[in-house]
């Protein structure tokens, strides 16, 4: 990170933001073409290790990316604030973000996929005990992505 001074370290205050946002952008190499895609996650963290959970169709890019190319960039951002100024060159913002890289894996097991999907839920409605039919489980692919490295850096 080029500006260490805006490095956040503090476990706490990032599993907070985490824990506050809504969107994850994951960042796939499609044969040397970056596709990235922003998706609703869900996330556990367990001694120290996030694993974020996705979901989307069972067929298409990201699904074949997941399965083909499992290694991701992912970022997460929010807080974002503008500071004026008097001269556009001198405008700032105020914001904080996440940026990481890891390994995709779809889940196939039907506890693990109503499980993610019940964290998903949690994390966007503040409810995570929801019943899924099984033709909704089987048309649904579910991500989990195991972050490998992890950054967080505020202004």
Avoid at 36 to 65: C, D, M, S
Wanted: hydrophobic content about 40%.
């Amino acid at each position: 990170m080029r500006r260490n001074d805006r490095e956040i370290s503090a476990p706490d205050i990032i599993e907070k933001f985490i824990a506050g946002e809504r969107i994850i952008r994951i960042a796939f190499v499609d044969d040397g073409d970056i596709y990235i895609v922003p998706v609703n996650y869900g996330y556990t963290l367990t001694n120290g290790n996030y694993t974020f959970y996705f979901h989307g169709a069972a067929a298409g890019r990201k699904f074949e990316l997941a399965q083909n190319e499992p290694t991701v960039g992912f970022e997460i951002d929010g807080a974002y604030k503008l500071l004026e100024a008097d001269n556009a060159c001198d405008f700032s913002a105020e914001f904080m973000s996440v940026i990481g890289t890891g390994r995709l894996k779809v889940l196939t097991e039907k506890a693990e996929k109503t499980a993610a999907l019940n964290m998903l839920m949690k994390q966007n409605t503040g409810r995570g005990d929801w019943d899924f039919d099984e033709k909704t489980l089987k048309a649904t692919a579910v991500y989990e992505l195991a972050a490998d490295k992890l950054s967080c850096k505020a202004k």
